[in-house]
Structure formats: structure tokens, C-alpha cells
């Protein structure tokens, strides 16, 4: 019988940028989190723990992510640890496990070759170790037929199935061809127990990267009694921090007052990152409700971005007015974009003579606008929406 942890893609110096001045909190987070996992494998007393590739970001990593590498591998001694080279962090010379830092971790193996490695008496591994980003080549091609012992292999890459990338291609059959136990695979940030056989899966990542990582924050715990007898999975829900995106569609007060309560209900708030998909109507009002709420609700969860990109103001010209700064600068805008507009489809027919903003905007300047870039009345309204922001950020700063 065997037991070990496998995990995966733990993305070691990833930079998380999307998170702005979160980021390195986010890193701090997911360093704990890895040692909470370690501590979990010690506790449950495994044999080896399989690292399944992308244990780093990149093999272009700072001395502080390898640090956090050391720190890791301490918490988990003496258990061996079996480290495969991935796509994001492939086998070569400047692999950052190969650093004299880690030369002091007597626990590490980096699996280096496609050669069968007994780790334990009746165990034999079968690393696929990377060694370029990107390949149409099944890594797990050259694991020959096996039998007698408690066979695992070790891949990092994509099943060919509905949702396949070529890079890397594993086929899915490859326990039944080559008599596996058990695949553990890397590359997927989700967890997937492939088939629901226990024989293929991906451990997912201790922690997501980025939204729309679905199944995240888990590892696994492996026990397989003897070669040829189904694997008992123990699935480990390790991540602190959980990524949400949300669509919201908003056209009145009302409907920013419901996300208001939505996020003031979220449970476990310090770790919830969440990204608002905006898309409707909004007014100079809402949009500074809006302003409100995400400088609230920035301080009570850890990440909260509004995504405006598919809102559409209400334009009013006058209100507009008297809500920029003073100033000729912003006024002088207004009063061209209200005279495009004017011009533009469908407002230009029900026009009939030119308001005194158009008679202070010279007709060749509009002229040259229309027949270069033909702006739409959306464009516009988007211009002015924008201008409204900038606005504000320079009423705020001031």
C-alpha cells in the first residue's frame, strides 16, 4: 500500500498584478497555504509528496520566490518530494530548482528524466519532465507497459477531449495503455477526477491565479492498497482566497442599492476577490454612487473591481455641466461632443439650425471628424461618460 499528497501548479512568483497593491498579499497567501498543505501531509502521514508541475510561475523567478520555495520544502521534511518540471517553469539550466539555495533540502528529487523511479519498495513513478513551453508532443507517450507493482505517472499537459488545447497532449487512455494506477496531472487550475475512475486527475491549484479558475484550491491525497485496485481519493479543500466574477445588469438606483446588499452579505470577506461585470444605463448619479460603493467595499473584502467597460451613460448636457470643476478646459469638450452628436444619426435629421455650442466649434474641425473616424452616438456617449471620470479624479485629487 501506498499514500502520498499530489499537487500541482502552485505558480511560485506569479505577480499577480491584476490585484494592484493586493498582489503581495496575495503572494503571502499563497505561500501560507502551501505550508498549511505540507503540514496536512505530515499530519496524514503520507509516503512522498508528487509536485505535478508549474511549481514555479516561470523560470525567471526573484530570489524571493525561491525563498518561498526553501520555506515550503521545510515545513514538509523529511517526506521526499518529487518535483516535475512543467510548461511554465520547463527542465533546463536555469530551472530554479537547480539554484545551490535548494542544495541544504535533502527531501528534494527533481525528475529530470522519462525513466522509472522506485520511491518505495513495490512503487514505481513515471515522471514526464517538460523541457520547452509549448509541444504537440504527449509527454507520457514513452511510459512503457507495466505490471506487478503500483505504477503512477507523472504528467503536465492538457486530455484530449471536448475542451482540449494541443499543447501538450496527454491522451486520456494512457492508464489503460500503459496499466497505470494512476496519472497525476498538472496544467488544469481546477481539480478533475477525469472519468470518475480515480485513475486520471489534476490535483488542481493549492490557490487560483486569476477569475474563472472553477475548482480551485484543492490537492489530493492518494492511497492505492496494490497494483490493480481502485485509488481511495481524498480531496483537500486548501485555497484561502476565492475569485468570483459577477454579471450585473443595471439600469436605475435600485439596482446598485441590490449589488450593495449582495456584497455586504458575502460571508468570509477578508479573502473574497470579486470582479463586477457592469452592463446597462447609467446616469452622473449612479456613476458616483458606483464610486462610492467600490471605495466602501475596497476596504471590507480583499480585491473589488467594478468592470464599467459595457455601461452607457445617460447624457445630460446641463447636468453635466454643473458637475465638472471650473474650468474652460471641460466645458470646451462638452460643448464639442454635444455638437458631434448633433451631427451624428439619429439626432442629425431633427435638427434644424445649429445650437450655440456648434457655432463656437469651427464646421471644418467637425467635418474632418466625421469623414475620418464617423463616430457613432455610443462612441460619443462613452466619451462623455469617460470625461465624467476624469473629472471626478481630478476633483478628488484636488
Known sequence: MVKFLHTADWHLGIGQKQLFQQGEKAREIRKE???????????????????????????????????????????????????????????????PCLDPIFAEVKNLNILKKEEP??????????????????SRFDPTEWIPKTEGKISIGIAHGNLKNEKFSDNFPIDPDRVEKSGLDYLALGEWHGYLNYGEKNTVVYSGAPEATDFGEKNAGKAVIVEIVHHGSRPRLDVIEIGKLQWETKEKNI???????????????????????????????????????????????SKKLF????????????????????????????????????????????????????????????????????????????????????LYRMAKEVENDN
Open 33 to 95: 497555504t502551501l505550508q498549511n498543505l505540507m503540514k496536512i501531509a505530515k499530519q496524514k502521514r503520507v509516503d512522498f509528496i508528487i509536485v505535478a508541475g508549474d511549481l514555479f510561475h516561470c523560470n525567471d523567478v526573484s530570489l524571493s520566490a525561491k525563498r518561498e520555495a526553501l520555506e515550503v520544502f521545510k515545513v514538509a521534511a523529511p517526506i521526499p518530494l518529487f518535483i516535475l518540471p512543467g510548461n511554465h517553469d520547463p527542465l533546463g539550466p536555469n530551472y
Open 117 to 134: 523511479l522506485e520511491t518505495v519498495p513495490n512503487v514505481i513513478l513515471f515522471p514526464c519532465p517538460l523541457k520547452q513551453k509549448r
Open 303 to 386: 480585491f473589488l473591481e467594478f468592470n464599467r467597460k459595457e455601461l452607457t451613460p445617460k447624457t445630460d448636457f446641463g447636468k453635466l455641466r454643473a458637475l465638472m470643476p471650473e474650468g474652460v478646459l471641460f466645458r470646451k469638450i462638452i460643448d464639442s461632443i454635444e455638437t458631434l452628436k448633433g451631427y451624428c444619426s439619429p439626432y442629425r435629421k431633427s435638427r434644424k439650425k445649429p445650437s450655440k455650442s456648434e457655432e463656437s466649434v469651427s464646421s471644418d474641425l467637425i467635418r474632418m471628424i466625421i469623414e475620418k473616424l464617423n463616430p457613432t452616438s455610443e462612441v460619443l456617449d462613452r466619451a462623455i461618460f469617460l
Open 251 to 297: 439600469s436605475k438606483m435600485e439596482d446598485l442599492e441590490r449589488i450593495e446588499l449582495e456584497l455586504e452579505n458575502l460571508d468570509n470577506p477578508d479573502y473574497r476577490i470579486i470582479r463586477v461585470n457592469l452592463k446597462g444605463l447609467v446616469d452622473e448619479e449612479m456613476e458616483s454612487y458606483l464610486e462610492q460603493l467600490e471605495k466602501t467595499f
